[in-house]
């Protein structure tokens, strides 16, 4: 069985949830009525339980619900409530099982919790329970996919390689048959910075 709490107090949302969870109920919880009405739009929901007081907490349940309906949803309300807001609530909201006052102890809320999903298919429930959290999971997938592509920074363009610069015979000029004689200790040809790479043939070698 899939129970919904929507409570905007999370400590009494967390109190609840363990004790439903230990009566086997997979347990979801919602603290705004978007959450809630998203859960409920999904048509897995078997138990919602509810937090809720004051005045219009009719109207304000009724319109989290999903427009289709779910014939076998039922609803636990907890709060402390006058009579005629009792009366309003078993008149105007579907679904409406029961009342539970904020001070009642854990027994009260296993014993309606139990007899609200009575005779509702045990297999029923598990297989749309399974479709909702396969449908979940997939979006989730699909969500997680589309942030990192919108976060993903975008390669840096390589610079274009320049092409390389040869050397031009331009750049080489011929030693002038008037040069000096260079003397020098190295053994091998030397010649000057700018000047043709062959050997000078009056080059004297030590």
């Known amino acids: 069985?899939?129970?919904?709490?929507?409570?905007?107090?999370?400590?009494?949302?967390?109190?609840?949830?363990?004790?439903?969870?230990?009566?086997?109920?997979?347990?979801?919880?919602?603290?705004?009525?978007?959450?809630?009405?998203a859960f409920l739009s999904s048509g897995t929901v078997d138990l919602l339980i509810a937090g809720a007081s004051g005045p219009g907490m009719t109207d304000r349940l009724r319109a989290m619900l999903p427009v289709s309906g779910n014939a076998d949803l039922s609803i636990l309300v907890i709060g402390d409530v006058s009579a005629t807001e009792f009366q309003s609530l078993s008149s105007g909201l579907p679904g409406f099982y029961g009342m539970i006052g904020r001070a009642s102890g854990p027994d009260v809320l296993t014993q309606l919790a139990v007899s609200a999903v009575d005779g509702i298919d045990l297999e029923q429930g598990h297989r749309r329970r399974q479709r909702f959290v396969a449908a979940a999971m997939a979006a989730l997938s699909q969500r997680a996919k589309a942030t990192t592509a919108a976060i993903a920074p975008a390669a840096p363009a390589r610079p274009?390689?320049?092409?390389?610069?040869?050397?031009?015979?331009?750049?080489w000029a011929p030693v002038p048959a008037s040069a000096p004689v260079v003397e020098t200790g190295i053994i091998g040809p030397l010649a000057p910075p700018n000047r043709d790479p062959m050997p000078d043939r009056r080059l004297h070698l030590s």
């Open 1 to 37: 069985m899939h129970a919904l709490i929507f409570d905007t107090d999370p400590t009494a949302m967390v109190r609840q949830a363990a004790i439903l969870m230990d009566k086997g109920f997979n347990v979801s919880c919602a603290e705004s009525p978007a959450t809630a009405r």
């Open 160 to 171: 274009a390689r320049p092409d390389p610069v040869l050397p031009s015979l331009d750049d």
